[in-house]
């Protein structure tokens, strides 16, 4: 018993998360320290990911929410950009770390 809980405990591992943090510049509308995060967390842990399209704007209470995403690797549309009643703003997301060799550009909204 001793034993099998001392192997449990050495399998563990740390739980971590990754958070993108970047740029995103909107042009007219400004530019904004971002951190990605999750439209459904898991319960008491949220894991923020860029692929989410839902961007909080550092220094602010508002977001940024993706429609569609282009990246160097794969592109993504969240939601029909032709059905959001919001005007939608061209934006380009510059981070560093796996696959943002190039800024991704994304098309959304800012929400207050």
Excluded: Q
């Excluded at 739980?15 to 042009?27: E, S």
């Excluded at 990605?36 to 399209?53: C, D, H, M, N, Q």
């Excluded at 995403?69 to 560093?96: G, Q």
């Amino acid at each position: 018993m001793t034993g099998a809980s001392l192997l449990m405990a050495i399998m563990a591992s740390p739980v971590a998360a990754d958070h993108t943090n970047g740029v995103l510049d909107c042009g007219s509308a400004g530019t904004y320290e971002v951190e990605a995060a999750s439209i459904e967390p898991l319960p008491k842990f949220e894991t923020p990911v860029p692929w989410s399209g839902l961007f909080l704007l550092e220094g602010t209470n508002r977001v940024y929410r993706a429609l569609s995403i282009e990246t160097p690797r794969w592109s993504i549309v969240l939601e029909a950009v032709n059905r959001n009643p919001l005007a939608t703003v061209e934006c380009t997301l510059t981070s560093s770390g796996f696959n943002f060799e190039e800024p991704w550009v994304l098309e959304g909204f800012l929400a207050p």
